[in-house]
């Protein structure tokens, strides 16, 4: 399984996770059990293999990473989302940015700019080519604050 694949499938999870708020590990394990993996590849191709030990960990770390955070991802998302209250963006949408931001403050090795190609990729795959400019405008904006703090 690729790291995009397991971005992607994360993806599954915490937004899965919005909607039940079981808690991360329980529904990893759920998720991720073989017979019910299995029965997922039918609908979606990144089922089709297995996450590796290194990718089962990055999927464990974003995924209840996000949930223990939300808060914060949020109100960064609500900062740099102008005119929209956080509240009406997509819950798609917003599962996509708040593992974006997650992903440039806490995983050292996603570089910002995969973080947010990843995040327009999957924006568009899931909700068309609005959507994934919107994500691609929001997460621009953050990471040109980030550069911009640390330049300060």
């Known amino acids: ?76 998302i609500q900062k740099f989302s102008i005119g929209w209250d956080v509240t009406r963006i997509s819950r798609l949408a917003r599962t996509i940015m708040q593992l974006a931001i997650y992903e440039i403050l806490y995983v050292e090795d996603v570089p910002t700019g995969v973080a ?14 609005d959507t994934g400019s919107f994500v691609n405008g929001i997460l621009g904006s953050f990471a040109r604050s980030l550069n911009t703090e640390e330049v300060k």
């Open 1 to 76: 399984m690729t790291r995009a694949n397991a971005r992607e499938l994360a993806v599954h999870l915490i937004y899965s996770q919005s909607f039940t708020g079981d808690e991360p590990k329980d529904l990893i394990a759920l998720r991720l059990e073989k017979e019910y993996y299995q029965k997922l590849s039918a609908d979606n191709e990144i089922y089709e293999e297995r996450p590796s030990r290194p990718q089962r960990a990055y999927i464990d770390a974003v995924v209840e990473g996000v949930a223990n955070r939300c808060d914060d991802l949020n109100e960064q």
């Open 116 to 129: 947010v190609s990843e995040a327009v990729r999957l924006a568009k795959k899931y909700d068309g080519d």
